[in-house]
């Protein structure tokens, strides 16, 4: 079992900034390979951010520069540092990892930045 809880979201002005969190238990996966994904309302859900083996992490281009993500073994956790954020950084955020070849997703945490 793997479990996934995020936090972090609200409303938020445009240019405000928010840190989500990703507590993850369980077994069978790395915190190296917890990404972060959104999806908005009537979209296809996206990736975000996730670890890479090399220096740079991966990002969407719609983020980078403005999301960083980060991760603290000790406490299992994933975060998500979110700064400028837009109209259509507006989603449910979740992050999720393969384990077992199984994907699991967090319940999500919803975004809103108000123009």
């Known amino acids: 079992q793997v479990q996934f809880v995020e936090s972090g979201g609200g409303l938020v002005q445009t240019g405000g900034s928010l840190r989500l969190s990703c507590a993850a238990s369980?077994?069978?996966?790395?915190?190296?390979?917890i990404g972060w994904y959104r999806q908005a309302q009537g979209k296809q859900r996206e990736l975000v951010a996730g670890?890479?083996?090399?220096?740079?992490?991966y990002y969407a281009d719609s983020v980078k520069g403005r999301f960083t993500i980060s991760r603290d073994n000790e406490k299992n956790t994933v975060y998500l540092q979110m700064n400028s954020l837009k109209p259509e950084d507006t989603a449910v955020y979740y992050c999720?990892?393969?384990?077992?070849?199984?994907?699991?997703w967090g319940q999500g945490t919803q975004v809103t930045v108000s123009s």
């Open positions: 670890f890479s083996s090399s220096s740079r992490n």
């Open positions: 369980g077994s069978g996966f790395s915190i190296n390979d």
């Open positions: 999720s990892a393969v384990a077992k070849a199984v994907r699991w």
